[in-house]
């Protein structure tokens, strides 16, 4: 275990430095062990907070990954450096994955300032993987000032990427749907800057058109989100996105939401690691002498309910919960 | 702790033809593994990097133009002058037999050549992972 410990500490020094291999094989870790990724983020916590965090995400196929690519082109002419994490589906069938979000992203691979990783969501279903969050803090730390998360094809719901984002960009296309999708609760909501790609194609500026009145709907809006009409492919529309990425980031620190927002998702994210050890505590608990078993057999033939047994093992949890931390 | 294995699918050189490695990286898929699939005409130097930032279990390298004396090779010394000992490197395609032996000298641990089914690749790779 201890040399466990210390191997880590000898690749997070390395990692701070600026060594590659370091810092993958610590998002390994993070990705795949608990324990291990409580260890590793307890280290490099001091570290992370610096880089600005852009969440890219839209429906399959609308241009994600090659529109990430030209951000990142840009970014690092500008001399930042860049990483990526571009999550695609895992099967629920197989635990496989194909993750293919690279293949737009080849001449990037290379590039000194440049980290890709490739994540498959592992079973999680907000349009990231569980471990998302814990890898952009080893790629903050490793002194990457701009992390781009790049999402699993989005459908009309899945939101988790305003958890650790600082500015969404949501990436639309033409033909996908008329105006009733654009006023949709989920995604639709999320998006701090719209970005209209495949602008060359036929209807680009009706669903641009569309986008902008349902912005002009909503009255109460601190920042009213730009809608920037771009062709990844071609490159065009990229140095006005990149302007707007960075205009809201102003606008951010300029009104103080930067730190509300991370104040939010800290909060959540200090709950999240809470229930996910009370439901461990507890499973052991109930766990230790077969209580639930007794308890199941009592509800079924309706002697009790659920929510009485629940408030009775959880008051029998205290000295547990005690002893566990 | 159970993961799943990550395998890089690359496609190195001037060869556009990758039906066979789409066929592989969806086998593997479907033997829940992670597979990072690149795309064409990759130079040794970039699969390496991407291999090196995936932090992948296994290279398997699929090439139909001839070239695999050269570019075989070259991506397991570049493996090797990067420090990566931990990865199994494995190669398929059009490759004669006599070139097999070379292969496996140059740090190729296996060739899988036409009409192999992919149950026994797949059953390759879990008996012979370099790391745990």
Redesign the interface.
């Known amino acids: 275990m201890d040399g466990d410990l210390m191997s880590y500490s000898q690749l997070i020094e390395k990692m701070l430095a600026g060594d590659k291999r370091s810092c993958a094989k610590l998002i390994t870790a993070v990705e795949n062990d608990p324990e291990k990724a409580e260890k590793i983020i307890r280290e490099i916590h001091q570290y992370t907070g610096k880089a600005h965090i852009i969440g890219i995400t839209g429906p399959p196929g609308a241009g994600k990954s090659t529109l990430t690519d030209k951000i990142v082109k840009k970014l690092i002419s500008q001399g930042n450096k860049v990483a990526v994490i571009a999550v695609d589906p895992t099967s629920p069938y197989s635990g496989g994955s194909i993750l293919g979000d690279r293949i737009r992203m080849q001449d990037l691979a290379l590039n000194p300032d440049v980290f890709i990783r490739s994540m498959g969501t592992r079973g999680y279903l907000g349009g990231l993987s569980k471990y998302t969050k814990n890898a952009l803090k080893i790629l903050d730390a490793a002194g990457y000032n701009h992390i781009i998360i790049e999402t699993v094809g989005v459908g009309q719901s899945e939101v988790d990427v305003v958890k650790i984002a600082d500015t969404i960009v949501m990436v639309m296309v033409p033909g996908l749907g008329d105006d009733i999708q654009s006023i949709k609760a989920g995604i639709m909501e999320i998006g701090d800057i719209f970005v209209i790609n495949k602008s060359d194609l036929f209807g680009a500026d009706r669903t641009a058109l569309e986008v902008n009145m349902m912005l002009d709907l909503t009255m109460e809006m601190d920042r009213r989100p730009p809608v920037v009409k771009v062709t990844a492919v071609k490159n065009e529309g990229i140095d006005d996105l990149v302007n707007e990425i960075k205009e809201h980031l102003n606008y951010l620190k300029e009104s103080r939401k930067l730190e509300e927002r991370r104040k939010a998702n800290i909060k959540l994210e200090v709950l999240e690691l809470m229930e996910e050890q009370l439901r461990k505590i507890a499973i052991s608990h109930t766990d230790s002498e077969n209580k639930l078993e007794d308890e199941v057999i009592e509800i079924l033939n309706k002697n009790k309910n659920a929510y009485e047994v629940r408030d009775k093992l959880l008051k029998g949890m205290g000295t547990h919960l005690r002893e566990s931390l | ?1 159970k ?2 294995i ?1 395998v890089l699918i690359a496609k190195p050189g001037l060869d556009g033809h990758d039906r066979g490695a789409k066929v592989i ?2 086998a ?12 064409l005409r ?1 130079t040794p ?2 699969i390496v ?2 291999a ?4 992948v279990d296994v290279v398997g390298l699929s090439l139909l133009s001839g070239a695999h004396n050269y570019l075989f090779p070259k991506v397991a010394d570049l493996l090797k002058e ?3 000992d931990d990865v199994l490197i494995i190669g398929g395609g059009v490759i004669p037999n006599e070139d097999i032996q070379g292969l496996k000298e140059a740090g190729i641990s296996e060739i899988f050549t036409p009409g192999t089914p992919t149950a026994k690749m797949i059953e390759y790779i879990k008996n012979n992972l370099k790391r745990i």
Do not use: F, H
């Not at chain 2, 593997?28 to 795309?39: C, P, S």
């Not at chain 2, 090196?52 to 932090?55: K, N």
């Open positions: 702790m993961r799943p990550r990286a969806r593997l898929r479907d033997a829940g593994m992670e597979v990072i699939y690149t795309g990759q130097e970039q990097a991407a090196v930032q995936e932090d990067q420090g990566v």
